[in-house]
């Protein structure tokens, strides 16, 4: 496939700020339904959808330069490749290793799974609070904005 080309980028008019500062409560009601400490693809997915849209605006793309894209990886997708690494290895080390080493390294590798469930979500992917917090950095950009003057807002 052919990466698809940066999109043109949008003017921040006024229409667009308010439109942007319009859907920001509904979009932050909407991640606060959701478990703060955990990692929610499909959040996560919108959220870097939306940062992208976030990014065209010319006068807010320079301010979110740094804001990094959230990572969709939960905790299920980490033991999964964990139990099947774990069930590969009790496959195909058997004879080919000695019966004590083959004892330590699957031994080792199930407590490693298990401890997988004792790293907190936020090591690995993006929680909902971390989405949260750089969302409210984008509003953060769009009031410095408004603050700024750069809008020519009237009282």
């Known amino acids: 496939m052919r990466p698809k080309p940066p999109a043109a980028p949008l003017s921040l008019d006024r229409k667009a700020f308010y439109d942007l500062a319009a859907s920001l409560p509904a979009y932050a009601a909407d991640l606060a339904n959701h478990d703060q400490h955990r990692v929610n693809l499909k959040e996560c997915h919108r959220f870097n959808a ?36 774990w069930v590969l290895m009790a496959l195909l080390l058997p004879g080919r290793v000695s019966q004590q080493m083959y004892t330590i390294v699957i031994g080792s590798w199930l407590l490693t799974i298990v401890a997988a469930f004792f790293i907190p979500e936020s090591v690995y992917g993006t929680t909902t609070e971390l989405i949260e917090g750089k969302v409210l950095r984008v509003v953060d950009v769009l009031l410095e904005i408004l603050n700024s003057g750069a809008m020519d807002f009237s009282e």
């Open 50 to 85: 939306w940062l992208a849209h976030v990014r065209r605006y010319d006068r807010i793309a320079p301010k979110v330069t740094t804001l990094r894209a959230a990572r969709p990886v939960a905790r299920w997708q980490i033991v999964t490749l964990m139990v099947v690494t």
